[in-house]
């Protein structure tokens, strides 16, 4: 799988240097990729003669057979599948009826036959491109369905309007002969995740078009950078290829470690930043001088997961009120229960499996330590020497480095399977940290120049007399009536005048 190569850059925060690692850019997710299909050459289960009613390991099959090598004389001596139930005897190369004939015995009920399979780690949107071999039946006897004419058959799967189908029709050959046509290629927008494709006969005959040797490739979906890790995609489970609740995975996998393993999809994991935020207090310089201070800082980063998130969402629906009986009251509702916070306290042994799929897709298949384990959550702490000028603000800011990841727990032996999303904080690479200074706001200016919220002074509204002339004299009463009074201005210059 074709990958670019991620950037990195040094950058030095209160004296401390970090080793960051940038966003991929959407790169992975431009590449055309392979899209794996389960058995794509239907060599499972092993059929040593003749055909076999049964349907190929990892696909779907309604009224098909799987023939041998040898009956389907494909040029790379691969089985292949019969679109039809087949007839009341058993196919053989041999016996009686010579090269393409029916043997006696019991057989298949001749109805038109449908072979399906899901396209695994394919999103909505992707574009893909399918392709197969197919050829005539090689039988004889095969009544009014006449292969040596070619034979129709239909490819569908589901779309955004309905299912969305395209016809085929095989090369023409002589009777009881194969010709396989090398190639056959239909092209779809996904509209579902592991989108389900068919292929099926139309027409209830012993002799149906064969098909083999599938492969698939995608041009993948856009990595979604705008999903929130606190809403992350809802998951979803499969049994075979059939849609199931995914409490049942999960309770499945829960059993031990490691009943299921996790595959991660490169595609669609990456390591990211996460929007700063600002931790601890705020200081505001409201002196005429600077402010230095010493404290800790301390942040938390949790982790998120959708299993835990489907489950919150689900016991939060359970608990919403009944419709109103027949006395018009509330029917009473279950008690609440307690919802986990994340994977690795509710669901220890499926946080063991993501954690071990992790490492290994790290590139440490024996699961060891590893320069890049998956955390469950991170607690830091700085210590800060803090200087705030006048008239400023100051405050701390945390760039958290995280890890999206994506993939999928499996369940090898009940066939399920489960799409998981992750988002963790990252053991690779370290938070950006921020001493962040700037002028203050409006609230923050009016703030400092408001007045002091104390309790007024008792006598505030005694003090000295107003003087109404002069600053050195001092105001006299008018005499009293019928009394000579004599007055002495008094300057600055001269000496103070007896009587």
């Excluded at 104390?454 to 009463?477: E, K, M, Y």
């Excluded at 000579?484 to 009587?499: C, M």
Aim: aromatic content about 6%.
């Amino acid at each position: 799988m074709p990958r670019r190569t991620l950037t990195y850059c040094l950058s030095a925060m209160l004296g401390s240097s970090l080793v960051l690692g940038a966003l991929p850019g959407g790169a992975l997710a431009d590449d055309a990729v392979d899209a794996p299909i389960e058995n794509p050459d239907l060599a499972r289960p092993h059929v040593p003669t003749g055909a076999q009613s049964i349907a190929p390991d990892g696909w779907d099959g309604k009224n098909t057979q799987l023939y041998s090598a040898a009956l389907a004389a494909h040029p790379r001596k691969l089985q292949a599948a019969s679109l039809s139930g087949g007839s009341a005897g058993t196919l053989g190369p041999g016996g009686p009826g010579g090269p393409g004939q029916l043997n006696p015995g019991p057989g298949g009920n001749g109805a038109a036959g449908t072979l399906s399979t899901r396209l695994w780690r394919v999103q909505k949107g992707s574009h893909v491109t399918v392709t197969w071999d197919d050829s005539p039946s090689p039988l004889r006897n095969c009544g009014a369905d006449d292969p040596a004419k070619g034979q129709q058959y239909r490819v569908s799967v589901a779309g955004e309007q309905g299912e969305v189908t395209q016809d085929f029709t095989t090369d023409t050959t002589t009777a009881g002969t194969a010709k396989w046509h090398e190639g056959r290629s239909y092209s779809f927008t996904a509209a579902e995740n592991n989108p389900k494709i068919s292929w099926a006969y139309q027409k209830a005959s012993a002799c149906g078009p064969l098909v083999t040797h599938f492969r698939a490739a995608q041009d993948p979906a856009p990595v979604p950078y705008d999903l929130k890790k606190a809403r992350l995609p809802m998951p979803q489970a499969y049994q075979g290829h059939t849609p199931i609740d995914p409490r049942l995975v999960a309770q499945d996998c829960l059993a031990g470690p490691r009943t299921c393993h996790f595959e991660k999809d490169d595609r669609y994991s990456y390591r990211y930043y996460d929007r700063p935020r600002m931790v601890g207090q705020a200081y505001i310089n409201c002196t005429r001088n600077p402010i230095t201070d010493q404290r800790p800082v301390n942040w938390e980063e949790r982790p998120y997961d959708n299993i835990t998130q489907y489950f919150a969402q689900k016991d939060t629906e359970s608990q919403k009120p009944q419709q109103p009986g027949p006395q018009g009251l509330q029917q009473p509702t279950a008690p609440q229960q307690p919802h986990h916070i994340d994977v690795k306290q509710g669901f220890p042994n499926i946080a063991t499996q993501i954690a071990a799929g992790f490492t290994r897709a790290d590139g440490n298949p024996l699961e060891m330590e590893t320069n890049n384990p998956l955390l469950y959550g991170r607690k830091e702490q700085r210590n800060l020497s803090v200087t705030v000028q006048p008239g400023e603000v100051s405050w701390i800011e945390v760039q958290a480095a995280r890890e999206r990841l994506a993939g999928t727990l499996i369940h090898e032996s009940k066939h399920e399977r489960m799409d998981v999303f992750a988002d963790v904080p990252s053991g690779s690479f370290g938070d950006r940290f921020y001493q962040r200074t700037g002028p203050m706001s409006k609230v923050e200016l009016a703030r400092c120049a408001d007045a002091r919220d104390n309790s007024r002074t008792p006598d505030n509204t005694i003090g000295a007399p107003t003087l109404r002339t002069a600053a050195h004299l001092v105001p006299v009463g008018a005499a009293p009536e019928g009394i000579k009074t004599r007055t002495v201005a008094l300057t600055a210059d001269g000496p103070l005048a007896r009587h």
